[in-house]
């Protein structure tokens, strides 16, 4: 079973960065969209939540967001993780 760890760890390998270490629980660290947001030069605010910046980097690959990416908590799902690692696949293809 793929946990959000492993996508996390992924869309590190993808960009070609050290996978960030995973926050308590299996809440996925801030710094992995942060890492996304630098690699691939997407200009996306980092002071927004983590769900607004996983948004914006979905959406700039041109795949739209959908309600079940984003966890209460302010938190992103894991099906969240993965349209961003789809999105992360589209810009380094």
Do not use: C
């Not at 890492?35 to 948004?55: H, Q, Y």
């Amino acid at each position: 079973m793929t946990t959000k760890a492993d996508i996390v760890w992924d869309i590190a390998v993808k960009l070609g960065v050290e996978a960030p270490k995973m926050s308590t629980g299996s809440t996925e660290p801030r710094e992995i969209f942060d890492l996304v947001n630098e690699a691939l030069g997407l200009g996306i605010d980092g002071s927004l939540t983590k769900p607004d910046m996983a948004r914006k980097i979905v959406e700039a690959a041109g795949t739209p967001w959908n309600a079940h990416y984003e966890s209460s908590g302010g938190t992103v799902t894991k099906v969240g993780l993965l349209a961003v690692l789809e999105a992360v696949e589209h810009f380094v293809a």
